[in-house]
């Protein structure tokens, strides 16, 4: 296997440096949560929000990335990823944390495919579609690999926290 072009290092290292921080959030946003007074059930509906966005989405989403251009639209995805980060971090009633979820189904369905394919085109461009082959499983592995590690540095926090709220 020829090493991977610059592009495709870059791109390996920002996805997988937003993996991490995405697998460390997940684990502990459930206590943050709670935390601010929310209940189970408000917490769930909190969740589905965002899956009820993606789905509502991600046609449209799609053809807007086709339309403006994959990367334009995958940024503006990680422009609402960001604002719902900031209505999570600022937020303390119900309706922050709905809207912020919001904001992270709209990030989700702006992206879906919206790399992949700036990925897959910029190769061609670059004529190093070589790289295309053997990307996405080093991709995958690694997102693996770093789901991993994340669950494993994070499990002995949550087992606390969890051993406090009793």
Request: with cysteine; glycine share 10%; proline share 2%.
């Amino acid at each position: 296997m020829a090493p991977l072009a610059r592009t495709s290092k870059l791109s390996l290292a920002f996805l997988i440096t937003a993996n991490i921080g995405t697998f460390f959030v997940q684990t502990y946003i459930v206590f943050y949560l709670m935390s601010k007074g929310l209940s189970a059930v408000e917490i769930s509906a909190i969740f589905s929000s965002s899956f009820a966005t993606v789905i509502l989405l991600n046609f449209l989403t799609g053809n807007l990335a086709d339309k403006y251009g994959r990367m334009r639209i995958y940024l503006l995805g990680l422009i609402f990823s960001a604002l719902g980060f900031l209505l999570f971090g600022l937020g303390s009633q119900f309706l922050h944390f709905l809207i912020g979820e919001i904001c992270f189904g709209i990030s989700i369905a702006l992206g879906s495919g919206a790399f992949e394919a700036w990925y897959i085109d910029e190769m061609k461009r670059e004529n190093t579609e070589s790289d295309i082959d053997s990307f996405f499983p080093i991709y995958q592995g690694l997102t693996n690999l770093t789901g991993i590690i994340a669950g494993a540095l994070s499990t002995f926090p949550c087992l606390w926290l969890l051993l406090l709220r009793w």
